[in-house]
């Protein structure tokens, strides 16, 4: 039997509530009705990348920020563990690659995706939601799969369990560095009272072949 407090987050909130996805999804849907703006974490980074670069939505949920990066040109590939909501990302927003992996494991190469990634966007309070466990070696796996001169973003909560000097040292045990930390998603600088990050990070020691 697992141990609640070192479990996925998200796997136990819909294991015990498996109309939790299905709501999810629908709360988007309403929002993208009503002309909400979703593709706030998409326009930073697709400020950062050329035309057509490769993108990684890595805990991409129905499939937002992963859509507005495709409709802007990029090749995108979704990844979550949550077979509903890439369900849903297919069915609203076909073009991308959508696939179910947990992202503790996530071996790209291995499903015959070899290309390693310009820019992994990691938003939406993924981090926060993984097992605390897992945390490192999820940023390990994004880092084996970024190409040479890529970067990851990551954007969670820092009230949520998972604090900014122990995600910083999970950060570095990946083989990663912060290039800048900020507040949010638009840009604001990030400072002692703040209780989100938005970190770009960039590669920095060898870290582990993406097919490993």
Known sequence: MSDDRDENEWVRITRADPGHSAWYIERFR???AAGDDLAGEARLIDAMVPRGARILDAGCGPGR???FLAEAGH???GVDI???LIAAAEEDHPGPQWLVDDLATLDLPSRGLREGFDAIVCAGNVMTFLAPSTRGQVLARLRAHLRDGGRAVVGFGTDRGYDLDEFL???DGAGLAPDLLLSTW????HNADADF???LLRPEAAGPDASG
């Open 30 to 32: 309403s929002m993208a």
């Open 65 to 67: 920020v992963g859509a």
């Open 75 to 77: 090749e995108v590939v």
């Open 82 to 84: 949550d077979p509903e």
């Open 169 to 171: 040292t999970d950060v």
């Open 186 to 189: 638009s840009l604001h600088p």
């Open 197 to 199: 990050v938005v970190a």
